[in-house]
C-alpha cells in the first residue's frame, strides 16, 4: 500500500510538472482538471460504507438500463448503429463491457428470495450483451474475452489463447482490414511525437493539435485511437511508466473478480481505442477503482484505511484549491471569448475586442482568443484603411503562436497579411510553416 500511494502521489506530481513542459499550457491545465476529478471520485468512493456502495452501484445499473434503452431506440426506429448517449459505438461498447461484470456482481449479492427480481435482471443483462453486439465493436467484444480469459486461465494462458484467436479472425476477414490499417497509421504517426518528445511528451490534452505535424498519412483525428500511446505522447515516457506502475498495483489490490474483469476489458480495449479519454467513461473507470478498493476482503487495506484517509487531505485540500481557482479562471475566460467570438459575427467589435481582452487578462495563454482579436484588427483595417491594425493583427498572432505553435491556421493569416504589406520573404517563410505543420487548404483574403 505504501508503494502505490509513493507512485499515486509520484504521477499527480508529474502531470504538475508536464504542465511546465506543455507546448500548449491551456489544454493541459484543463485535462488536469480531469484527473482532479478522476483521482478525488476515486478516493471519496473508498471511504464510502458498503450500504452506500450498493446505493451507488444500484445508480450505474440505472444509468446503464436508460443507455442501452436509447440504443435500442436507435437500432429499432432510427435504423442507426448503437451509441446511447456516447459519441459513437466503440464508446459505447466500452461503456458496456465495463457495465456488465458489475451489474453480475449485482445480481450475485441480491438475496435469494428475490427470484422475480434476479429472473429480470438477467433478462437485462441478455440485452446488454445483445446491444454490446449491435455496436459490432470488434474492439471491445474481444478485449472482453481476453480479460475474461486472463481472470479465468491466468495471464500466460489467457493472453497466449487471444493472440490464436485474433489471428483466426483477422486470417477470417471479421476485423475489418481497413481499420487494422488506418490504426498503424494513427500509431505511426503517435511514434513520431514521441521520438521528438521522449521524456516529457506535449503536454497533457495536445494530441489533437500536435497530431497534423507527424502525421504519415492525411487521415485526421482527434485521437490516437490508443489510450496508452496517447499517453505517451502527451506525458512522456515518464508519464506512461507511471500510469502503468500505477494501474498495476491498484489491479493487484483487488481481489473481486468481477470489479478486475470490468477494468480489464476496458484497460485491454485502450491498446486498440481512446475510451478512457472520454470523461464520463474515464469517471467510470476510476469510479469502479474505488469500489473494487472498498469491497476488497484484504485486511491489509481496512487496517491502513485510516491512514490513507489522513495522507490524502492534505493532498485533497491542495487539489482542490488549485481546481477550485484554475476551473473559475478557465470557465470565465471561456464564457467572455465565446461572448467575444459570437460578437464579431454581429460586426460590434469594440464590445467583443473588450470581451476578448477580459478572456486573455483571465488566461493570456487561452491562444484561440488572440485569433479572434486578430480578426477584429483586420477587419478595422477594411474599415480605415490603417496598415497600423494588419500590424496589431500581426502582434497578436505571434503571441497566439507562442501559446500554441501547432496552430496552422495562425501560420496561413500571417503568410496572407505579410503578403498583402508586400512582405513576400514573410509571407513565405510562414506559408512554409503553414505546410509543416499540418496545414492542407488556405483562406485567402482580401487586402
Known amino acids: 500500500m505504501k508503494k502505490l500511494l509513493f507512485i499515486t502521489f509520484s504521477f499527480l506530481a508529474w502531470l504538475f510538472i508536464n504542465l511546465f513542459f506543455s507546448k500548449i499550457k491551456f489544454h493541459t491545465e484543463f485535462e488536469i482538471h480531469n484527473f482532479i476529478n478522476y483521482f478525488l471520485i476515486l478516493w471519496i468512493l473508498s471511504t464510502f460504507e458498503h450500504q452506500d456502495i450498493q446505493k451507488i452501484l444500484k445508480y450505474?445499473?440505472?444509468?446503464?438500463?436508460?443507455?442501452?434503452?436509447?440504443?435500442?431506440?436507435?437500432?429499432?426506429?432510427l435504423h442507426q448503429q448503437p451509441q446511447g448517449t456516447l459519441i459513437n459505438p466503440n464508446i459505447l461498447a466500452g461503456y458496456l463491457i465495463m457495465c456488465i461484470p458489475v451489474l453480475i456482481y449485482y445480481m450475485k449479492i441480491l438475496p435469494e428470495e428475490n427470484k422475480i427480481l434476479k429472473y429480470i435482471f438477467f433478462?437485462?443483462?441478455?440485452?446488454?450483451?445483445?446491444?454490446?453486439?449491435?455496436?459490432?465493436?470488434?474492439?471491445?467484444?474481444?478485449a472482453f474475452m481476453t480479460?475474461?480469459?486472463?481472470?479465468?486461465?491466468?495471464?500466460?494462458?489467457?493472453?497466449?489463447?487471444?493472440?490464436?484467436?485474433?489471428?483466426?479472425?483477422?486470417?477470417?476477414?471479421?476485423?475489418?482490414?481497413?481499420?487494422?490499417?488506418?490504426?498503424?497509421?494513427?500509431?505511426?504517426?503517435?511514434?513520431?511525437?514521441?521520438?521528438?518528445?521522449?521524456?516529457?511528451?506535449?503536454?497533457?490534452?495536445?494530441?489533437?493539435?500536435?497530431?497534423?505535424?507527424y502525421r504519415i498519412s492525411k487521415l485526421s483525428s482527434m485521437f490516437a485511437h490508443s489510450s496508452f500511446l496517447q499517453f505517451t505522447t502527451e506525458t512522456g515516457i515518464v508519464g506512461i511508466l507511471l500510469l502503468i506502475i500505477l494501474i498495476t498495483l491498484a489491479l493487484k489490490k483487488i481481489s473481486n473478480k468481477y470489479f478486475k474483469l470490468s477494468l480489464l476489458s476496458i484497460l485491454f480495449q485502450n491498446f486498440v481505442d481512446y475510451n478512457l479519454y472520454i470523461f464520463s467513461n474515464g469517471i467510470l473507470f476510476c469510479s469502479f477503482i474505488g469500489i473494487a478498493n472498498k469491497l476488497n476482503s484484504n485486511t491489509e487495506i481496512s487496517k491502513i484505511s485510516s491512514n490513507i484517509e489522513k495522507t490524502f487531505k492534505i493532498m485533497t485540500i491542495f487539489l482542490l484549491i488549485f481546481y477550485s481557482i484554475s476551473v473559475l479562471k478557465l470557465y470565465?475566460?471561456?464564457?467572455?471569448?465565446?461572448?467575444?467570438?459570437?460578437l464579431i459575427f454581429s460586426d460590434e467589435l469594440q464590445i467583443a475586442e473588450s470581451y476578448l481582452s477580459k478572456s486573455l487578462r483571465l488566461k493570456k495563454n487561452a491562444w484561440f482568443a488572440y485569433g479572434q482579436l486578430s480578426d477584429i484588427y483586420q477587419k478595422k483595417y477594411k474599415q480605415t484603411n490603417d496598415k497600423n491594425f494588419l500590424?496589431?493583427?500581426?502582434?497578436?498572432?505571434?503571441?497566439?503562436?507562442?501559446?500554441?505553435?501547432?496552430?496552422?491556421?495562425?501560420?496561413?493569416?500571417?503568410?496572407?497579411?505579410?503578403?498583402?504589406?508586400?512582405?513576400?520573404?514573410m509571407s513565405i517563410l510562414y506559408l512554409k510553416k503553414f505546410y509543416e505543420y499540418g496545414g492542407k487548404s488556405r483562406k485567402y483574403a482580401d487586402y
Open 60 to 77: 450505474i445499473i440505472a444509468g446503464l438500463l436508460l443507455i442501452t434503452t436509447i440504443s435500442f431506440y436507435q437500432f429499432l426506429i
Open 123 to 142: 433478462l437485462v443483462l441478455i440485452s446488454i450483451f445483445l446491444c454490446l453486439l449491435l455496436t459490432a465493436s470488434i474492439g471491445a467484444i474481444f
Open 147 to 213: 480479460a475474461f480469459l486472463v481472470v479465468k486461465f491466468r495471464w500466460k494462458s489467457g493472453i497466449l489463447i487471444s493472440i490464436i484467436l485474433f489471428l483466426i479472425l483477422v486470417l477470417s476477414g471479421v476485423i475489418d482490414k481497413t481499420s487494422i490499417s488506418d490504426r498503424i497509421f494513427w500509431w505511426l504517426s503517435s511514434y513520431n511525437i514521441i521520438k521528438e518528445n521522449f521524456l516529457t511528451g506535449t503536454g497533457l490534452g495536445t494530441f489533437e493539435y500536435v497530431y497534423p505535424k
Open 332 to 342: 470565465f475566460s471561456t464564457v467572455y471569448y465565446n461572448l467575444g467570438k459570437n
Open 391 to 425: 500590424y496589431k493583427s500581426i502582434e497578436l498572432l505571434e503571441i497566439g503562436i507562442k501559446y500554441n505553435p501547432y496552430c496552422s491556421q495562425y501560420y496561413d493569416k500571417l503568410s496572407q497579411i505579410y503578403a498583402g504589406i508586400g512582405k513576400k520573404d
